[in-house]
């Protein structure tokens, strides 16, 4: 670009354009979907719309999210991949209600993410992919509630225990990171499996019944298990009420 010039004009979205942009989900939830608009900066009027679940500003060219994000209190759902942002504001950590976020592909590095993240109680969902983290933010091992997090595809060369203490992660994407062992992500990953009600005890301690009751169920899971490496899996988002979601780009990552 030549010195002085201005960078791309964006769409301007009106108040308007915002309220056409609303969709109810199969749950009944409303969303404002902004994906793929060409927007460069955050449109003020959808201030006016903070009653919505979810918003998505997914796959635009938007570099700062304001303060006033917090305004949105009821938002469960908050979708922000695909942009230019190297900083969230403080102020997300105010949006107790979010159950999902996603910010992979943008610009964040870690200083780029505010200790007040940890106020995030609720959160299941965090997508910190493509990005320039070196380090994983302490701040994570404070959501509890965590089920998935994305750390794929960043300057990563450490898991901190904390991660791997959150007691009910299910899964953790990081890969593409230069970790200084080509094992070391996965030998984390082993350590995430959840073990509930779990008792030990010997063959000879089981009466004749229970036995054949326990072989019969190894050998139902050594079946599925062969079955699962000779037979390709189909991925299914049943739970995603659209491609937006997600960056296309990552969906297998998350598999």
């Not at 102020?91 to 992979?104: C, D, K, W």
Request: with cysteine; glycine share 4%.
């Amino acid at each position: 670009m030549a010195k002085g010039a201005k960078g791309p004009k964006g769409k301007k979205i009106t108040l308007a354009v915002a309220k056409n942009c609303i969709k109810i989900t199969f749950d009944g939830k409303k969303r404002l979907d902004l994906s793929k608009m060409g927007i460069t900066t955050f449109p003020k009027c959808i201030l006016r719309l903070t009653d919505v679940d979810e918003l998505d500003l997914s796959r635009n060219l938007i570099k700062k999210i304001p303060d006033a994000i917090s305004k949105f209190q009821n938002l469960r759902w908050l979708d922000l991949h695909s942009n230019y942002i190297d900083k969230l504001p403080e102020t997300i950590g105010q949006m107790t209600s979010l159950l999902y976020l996603n910010v992979s592909n943008n610009r964040l590095t870690t200083n780029g993410l505010p200790v007040e993240l940890n106020q995030l109680k609720n959160i299941r969902t965090v997508n910190l992919g493509l990005n320039h983290l070196d380090s994983v933010p302490t701040t994570l091992g404070a959501l509890k509630e965590l089920h998935e997090v994305g750390l794929h595809d960043n300057l990563l060369s450490n898991i901190p225990n904390s991660i791997s203490k959150l007691p009910k992660l299910k899964k953790l994407n990081t890969k593409r990171n230069p970790f200084p062992k080509a094992e070391s992500s996965d030998m984390f990953m082993d350590s995430i499996r959840r073990l509930d009600n779990l008792h030990l005890v010997e063959e000879k301690d089981l009466c004749g019944t229970c036995l054949k009751k326990c072989q019969q169920a190894r050998d139902k899971l050594n079946k599925i298990k062969s079955m699962a490496t000779t037979i390709p899996r189909k991925a299914i988002f049943s739970t995603l009420v659209s491609p937006n979601s997600m960056a296309k780009e990552s969906q297998e990552d998350w598999r």
